[in-house]
């Protein structure tokens, strides 16, 4: 379902007052200011989904070989350490975990705000999934509380943010509960992804369940949770149910990439690996995803191999293939991503082709590639999946099918393709041009050099056990 957005940056605050208005809405009259939570659910959904949206872009996209990056490219050099355009995504994960822990908090205070805790422990536990994946070992027990929590707070392990209580897995089982208990007639207000609709947050709770346990199944045994999930198919099914909101094609609400000065736009070009497995699947999503070259004779596309060392390479822009129109010209046709019935059909079928559930892993897997061409509003070629993308391609093996039409649909929520290829290895991502890495890509981001200043004895126990904070140093699930 398409929902246009429309976001203020302006915070309205309930004043400290005496009035009979607020005693109506038992609000404490002498407490101190504080941000509705509606308000703030609505900025904790727009700003995470817009700037992880942008990075997803500018960095994601980089790591994961959908584009390449022309210039102010240290990053696609995988020198991570050295964020440019894009690439330090570590506070927009604490900004927004520690809005919405407020949310939380409310929720659980105020009678009249209940309704806010099931989808504030959904976000939470989507968020805090994003960044331990990323990462590794991670503040956060001790992490989101600003106010009356440490400013220095400890890091844990990644086994148990995602197992222990309050961790991700336990808050989605606990949100889900949380929205079953609501009896109130109090209405979700500030909700951008689902307009409100209660039961739309337990389904997308309930995908990002069946992503999780997939994510850890190599270090954990999930298949009765899967099994319990599928069989009573309360999940995203249908794009209609997307967690996602819809850009604009016109300012604040506009994809960034359409605000920036053109430059910045042109600096991403189509990188080699997507245009060699897009050409060899013959899939017609590049018209959608790229423009043919602008020196092409007969609209061709042309992509860049990822990490040139630009000081001393030469690139002519006209040869090389720049973003569809959907990222800039027409941002309204794009969303930021949540989660998708397309991404929860590819991990149904991996989840079928492993055997942690009992279904026909290939009907999913034709299911997720109709469904992504449906997002991605191209039409599905009759002959599409009877070609190089049949699940049983001669050379190819069905989870390397299954999880390369999900890195390709991907695009945009490129941290996610990099995160799959991390855990698969698939697609077979091609070595960089000129690497600042050892020609090694990396499997983690690095933690940023403030947490060295400001966190600092627990840091260094977090970068110890990293290798010095290395790129290279696996995180709990890839071990």
Same mark, same amino acid.
């Given at each position: 379902?398409?929902?246009?957005?429309?976001?203020?940056?302006?915070?309205?605050?309930?004043?400290?007052?005496?009035?009979?208005?607020?005693?109506?809405?038992?609000?404490?009259?002498?407490?101190?200011?504080?941000?509705?939570?509606?308000?703030?659910?609505?900025?904790?959904?727009?700003?995470?989904?817009?700037?992880?949206?942008?990075?997803?872009?500018?960095?994601?996209?980089?790591?994961?070989?959908?584009?390449?990056?022309?210039?102010?490219?240290?990053?696609?050099?995988?020198?991570?350490?050295?964020?440019?355009?894009?690439?330090?995504?570590?506070?927009?994960?604490?900004?927004?975990?520690?809005?919405?822990?407020?949310?939380?908090?409310?929720?659980?205070?105020?009678?009249?705000?209940?309704?806010?805790?099931?989808?504030?422990?959904?976000?939470?536990?989507?968020?805090?999934?994003?960044?331990?994946?990323?990462?590794?070992?991670?503040?956060? +027990?001790?992490? +989101?509380?600003?106010?009356?929590?440490?400013?220095?707070?400890?890091?844990?392990?990644?086994?148990?943010?995602?197992?222990?209580?309050?961790?991700?897995?336990?808050?989605?089982? &606990?949100?889900?509960?949380?929205?079953?208990?609501?009896?109130?007639?109090?209405?979700?207000?500030?909700?951008?992804?689902?307009?409100?609709?209660?039961?739309?947050?337990?389904?997308?709770?309930?995908?990002?369940?069946?992503?999780?346990?997939?994510?850890?199944?190599? &270090?954990?045994?999930?298949?009765?949770?899967?099994?319990?999930?599928?069989?009573?198919?309360?999940?995203?099914?249908?794009?209609?149910?997307?967690?996602?909101?819809?850009?604009?094609?016109?300012?604040?609400?506009?994809?960034?990439?359409?605000?920036?000065?053109?430059?910045?736009?042109?600096?991403?070009?189509?990188?080699?690996?997507?245009?060699?497995?897009?050409?060899?699947?013959?899939?017609?999503?590049?018209?959608?995803?790229?423009?043919?070259?602008?020196?092409?004779?007969?609209?061709?596309?042309?992509?860049?191999?990822?990490?040139?060392?630009?000081?001393?390479?030469?690139?002519?822009?006209?040869?090389?293939?720049?973003?569809?129109?959907? +990222?800039?010209?027409?941002?309204?046709?794009?969303?930021?991503? +949540?989660?998708?019935?397309w991404e929860t059909s590819f991990l149904l079928a991996e989840a079928a082709q492993?055997?942690?559930?009992?279904?026909?892993?290939?009907?999913?897997?034709?299911?997720?590639?109709?469904?992504?061409?449906?997002?991605?509003?191209?039409?599905?070629?009759?002959?599409?999946?009877?070609?190089?993308?049949?699940?049983?391609?001669?050379?190819?093996?069905?989870?390397?099918q299954i999880i390369t039409q999900k890195w390709i649909a991907s695009i945009i929520?490129?941290?996610?393709?990099?995160?799959?290829?991390?855990?698969?290895?698939?697609?077979?991502? &091609?070595?960089?041009?000129?690497?600042?890495?050892?020609?090694?890509?990396?499997?983690?981001?690095?933690?940023?050099?403030?947490?060295?200043?400001?966190?600092?004895?627990?840091?260094?126990?977090?970068?110890?056990?990293?290798?010095?904070?290395?790129?290279?140093?696996?995180?709990?699930?890839?071990?």
């Amino acid at each position: 379902m398409k929902k246009i957005i429309y976001i203020f940056a302006i915070f309205s605050f309930i004043t400290t007052s005496c009035t009979k208005d607020f005693e109506e809405i038992n609000t404490n009259p002498n407490a101190p200011a504080a941000v509705q939570p509606s308000l703030l659910l609505r900025q904790v959904i727009y700003d995470f989904g817009e700037q992880m949206s942008y990075e997803g872009f500018v960095a994601g996209d980089l790591l994961a070989q959908h584009r390449t990056a022309l210039d102010f490219n240290l990053f696609d050099r995988h020198d991570l350490k050295s964020p440019q355009l894009g690439g330090n995504p570590w506070a927009i994960f604490y900004t927004n975990l520690r809005d919405n822990e407020i949310i939380l908090k409310q929720s659980r205070e105020t009678a009249a705000f209940a309704v806010y805790e099931g989808p504030a422990l959904i976000l939470k536990a989507y968020m805090a999934a994003g960044l331990t994946d990323l990462f590794g070992d991670v503040p956060y +027990f001790e992490a +989101f509380d600003g106010v009356d929590g440490t400013a220095t707070p400890s890091y844990d392990l990644q086994s148990a943010i995602y197992q222990n209580e309050n961790g991700i897995l336990d808050n989605l089982d &606990k949100g889900i509960a949380a929205i079953n208990n609501y009896s109130s007639s109090i209405p979700l207000q500030g909700d951008i992804l689902f307009e409100g609709d209660l039961q739309a947050w337990i389904k997308f709770a309930n995908s990002l369940k069946i992503k999780y346990l997939i994510r850890i199944s190599d &270090k954990v045994d999930v298949s009765n949770q899967l099994h319990t999930i599928f069989n009573t198919g309360n999940y995203i099914k249908n794009n209609n149910e997307n967690a996602v909101f819809d850009f604009t094609n016109s300012e604040p609400n506009s994809f960034r990439l359409a605000q920036l000065r053109i430059g910045d736009f042109n600096n991403f070009v189509l990188s080699e690996t997507m245009e060699e497995i897009l050409l060899n699947l013959n899939d017609d999503r590049i018209s959608t995803f790229f423009r043919p070259f602008t020196n092409s004779t007969s609209s061709e596309f042309n992509g860049l191999i990822n990490g040139i060392n630009s000081s001393t390479t030469s690139i002519v822009l006209s040869d090389y293939s720049l973003a569809g129109i959907a +990222f800039r010209e027409d941002t309204s046709t794009l969303d930021a991503n +949540f989660m998708t019935a397309w991404e929860t059909s590819f991990l149904l079928a991996e989840a079928a082709q492993k055997g942690l559930i009992t279904a026909n892993a290939e009907t999913l897997y034709s299911i997720g590639v109709t469904q992504a061409f449906e997002y991605w509003n191209t039409i599905l070629p009759a002959n599409y999946l009877s070609g190089n993308a049949n699940f049983n391609a001669v050379g190819k093996t069905p989870l390397e099918q299954i999880i390369t039409q999900k890195w390709i649909a991907s695009i945009i929520n490129g941290y996610e393709g990099w995160i799959e290829y991390r855990r698969t290895g698939f697609p077979n991502l &091609k070595a960089v041009s000129a690497s600042l890495n050892n020609g090694l890509i990396p499997v983690r981001m690095p933690y940023p050099a403030e947490e060295a200043t400001l966190n600092q004895v627990n840091y260094a126990v977090a970068a110890s056990a990293t290798n010095g904070n290395s790129l290279n140093a696996k995180v709990w699930w890839n071990e």
